[in-house]
T-cell receptor, first 116, second 111 residues
Framework: GAVVSQHPSWVICKSGTSVKIECRSL??????MFWYRQFPKQSLMLMAT?????????EQGVEKDKFLINHASLTLSTLTVTSAHPEDSSFYIC????????????FGSGTQLSVL | DAKTTQPPSMDCAEGRAANLPCNHS???????VYWYRQIHSQGPQYIIH???NNETNEMASLIITEDRKSSTLILPHATLRDTAVYYC????????????FGTGTQLKVEL
């Protein structure tokens, strides 16, 4: 199946610093990618839709200035958590939409962010 | 996206078939039924999807009722490695259409 690579797998940072998470579609081009976050024992919550070459669309309640999304190429989207605080600690997951042959979303392996 | 309803948890004996139900009574004509699963601390894994016909692949079978208001995911011979949270999601095709996760079913496969 299609592969989506997400990096890093986990990161620990100090409060106030920024953290960048990368999401790459390795064997297909993805004009659309999605970013989710997940708290322990909860379901995935959609944060934003990332479209190649245009601004991301954020879900209600998600601060666009805090969670910066860049989708500069058809195979790469990045999520930057700016000025991270402990409440931003969460599991972040990206997904890439593969069109053709039956539209499917493939997910990265996730990034566990811990803010001290 | 239409809402889906799934039982919060199910148990299954290893080697037996696991039948996971999903209710999507408000599904629209252009919405597909997707199934994903998530093993602890990993990203969701695509299993199968369909529109109105039953589908089968190497992982599972998807049975959709004729009125499309419900579906069942079948894992024919469950193994311990199938223990995961299974999500049933309905979504229309198109880049702008989101995949919205509900609470899913925690399947526990036991010896």
């Amino acid at each position: 199946g299609a592969v989506v690579s997400q990096h890093p797998s986990w990161v620990i940072c100090k409060s106030g610093t920024s953290v960048k998470i990368e999401c790459r579609s390795l064997d297909f081009q993805a004009t659309t990618m999605f970013w989710y976050r997940q708290f322990p024992k909860q379901s995935l919550m959609l944060m934003a839709t990332s479209n190649e070459g245009s601004k991301a669309t954020y879900e209600q309640g998600v601060e666009k200035d805090k969670f910066l999304i860049n989708h500069a190429s058809l195979t790469l989207s990045t999520l930057t958590v700016t000025s991270a605080h402990p409440e931003d600690s969460s599991f972040y997951i990206c997904s890439a939409l593969r069109s053709g042959g039956g539209e499917k979303l493939f997910f990265g392996s996730g990034t566990q962010l811990s803010v001290l | 996206d239409a809402k889906t309803t799934q039982p919060p948890s199910m148990d299954c004996a290893e080697g037996r078939a696991a039948n996971l139900p999903c209710n999507h009574s408000t599904i629209s004509g252009n919405e597909y039924v997707y199934w994903y699963r998530q093993i602890h601390s990993q990203g969701p894994q695509y299993i199968i999807h369909g529109l109105k016909n039953n589908e089968t692949n190497e992982m599972a079978s998807l049975i959709i009722t004729e009125d499309r208001k419900s579906s069942t995911l079948i894992l024919p011979h469950a193994t311990l490695r199938d223990t995961a949270v299974y999500y049933c999601i309905v979504r229309a095709k198109g880049g702008g259409n989101k995949l919205t996760f509900g609470t899913g079913t925690q399947l526990k496969v036991e010896l």
